[in-house]
C-alpha cells in the first residue's frame, strides 16, 4: 500500500474531477482566451502541453520554456491551478521553476525507465513538494505503468496519481488508443487509493467519443478526467480532431452522470446474487458444451476425421450472430465468445485425437 496524500488538499473532490485544457499553448492569446472561458465554468486546473513528443519530426513540437510565462499569467489572471507535461531534467526544473502545480508525465516517457529515474531523481533533487501523475506507458504493460509510479514515490513523491489514456495498437480503431479497461482496473486493485484520471481525449481522438467515454470512466469509478480543450478547436495545431470549445466541455460535463460509489442499496446486491448465479448456470453449460465436444472428438477420431471443419463453424458463427442480434447482443462480442468457445472446443478434441484423454 503506498502512503499517499491528496494531490489538491485544498479542492473539493468536485472541483479536482476536471483537468481541462489545450493539447499545446500555441500563443498567449489562445492559452489565455481558453483558459480564461474555462475558468468561467467553473474548472480549477488548466492543463497545457509545452513540450510536445511527436512521432515524426517536422509536426509541431510546442513552444517551449517561453510559454511557461503564459501559464503564470493563466495562474494569475484565473486563479486556476496549472499543470503541464514534462519529459526530461531540464522540463522538471523549469516547471518547477515557473511555479507550476502539477506534472504530468507523457505516455512515450512512462515507458522509459531512464526518462522516467532522471525525472524522480530531479524531482528529488529540488526538494520540492510537487503532484505527479503518470500516463500510462503506449503499450499495454501494467509492470511498466507500475515501475515508473514506484520511481516517483522512492523520489519522495507522495502526492502520486496516474492518467489512463489508452494503448496504441497497430491499424485502425474506434478508438485512437485503445481503452483496455482491465489494466487500470488492475492499477486500482495494487493501489486502491491511488487517483486515477480518465483522458478520454487520448483514448477517443475524435469528439464525438469523449461524452461517453466520460461517462464510462465515471461509472467505472475513476476519479476523474481530462479532456483537451481549445479555443478555436478546428485549428489547433495538435490534435485538433479530439479537442472541444470550453463551451462544449461545459455542456458535456453537466450531462454527465457522477454515481454515488458508497451508495450500495439492498436491491443491488440483490442483482448481484442473480448475476452470481447466471454466471455458474453459463459455466454449467459451458462444461456441458465441452462435454458433448469431446464426445464429436472421440466420433471424429474413430472414423479419421479432421478436427475442423471449415464450413460448420462458419454456420455455428452465423446462425448464433443472427439470434444474438435479436437478443439485443452486438456481433463482434458473439463472435469474439463464440471464437473463444471454439478454440477451446478445438483444443479439447485435440487432445483427444492425441489420446492425451478420453
Ligand atoms: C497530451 O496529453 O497532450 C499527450 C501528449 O498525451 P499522451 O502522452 O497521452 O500521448
Ligand atoms: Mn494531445
Known sequence: MLELQPIFPNLSDQESLVIAGPCSAETREQTLATARELADYGIKIFRAGIWKPRTKPGGFEGVGAPAL???????????????????????????????????????????????????????????????????????????????????????????????????????????????????????????????????????????????????????????????????????????AAQQLTPEVLNFILHTLVIRDEKETTENLSLLRQQIDRIDNELLETLARRMEVSREIGRYKKLHRMPVVQATRYNDVIATRVNAGKEMQMDPEFLKTILLAIHDESVRQQIEIINDRKS
Not at 102 to 121: H, Y
Not at 129 to 138: A, T
Not at 186 to 195: G, S
Request: hydrophobic share 40%.
Open 69 to 239: 510565462e503564459w501559464l503564470k499569467e493563466v495562474k494569475e489572471t484565473t486563479g486556476m491551478l496549472t499543470s503541464c507535461e514534462v519529459a526530461t531534467r531540464a522540463h522538471v526544473e523549469q516547471a518547477l521553476e515557473a511555479g507550476v502545480d502539477m506534472l504530468w508525465i507523457g505516455a512515450r516517457t512512462s515507458a522509459n525507465p531512464f526518462a522516467m529515474q532522471e525525472i524522480a531523481d530531479t524531482l528529488k533533487d529540488s526538494g520540492k513538494d510537487v503532484p505527479v501523475m503518470v500516463k500510462n506507458p503506449v503499450n499495454p504493460d501494467l509492470e511498466l505503468w507500475v515501475g515508473a509510479v514506484q520511481r516517483l514515490y522512492n523520489a519522495g513523491i507522495r502526492r502520486l496519481g496516474v492518467i489512463h489514456r489508452g494503448f496504441s495498437v497497430y491499424g485502425k480503431h474506434l478508438y485512437r488508443n485503445v481503452p483496455q479497461w482491465h489494466i487500470p482496473i488492475e492499477m486500482r486493485l495494487r493501489f486502491p487509493n491511488m487517483p486515477i484520471v480518465v483522458d478520454p481525449s487520448h483514448i477517443g481522438g475524435k469528439r464525438e467519443l469523449i461524452a461517453p467515454l466520460s461517462q464510462q470512466a465515471l461509472d467505472m469509478g475513476f476519479n476523474g478526467l481530462i479532456i483537451e480543450s481549445h479555443c478555436d478547436p478546428d485549428h489547433a495545431w495538435s490534435d
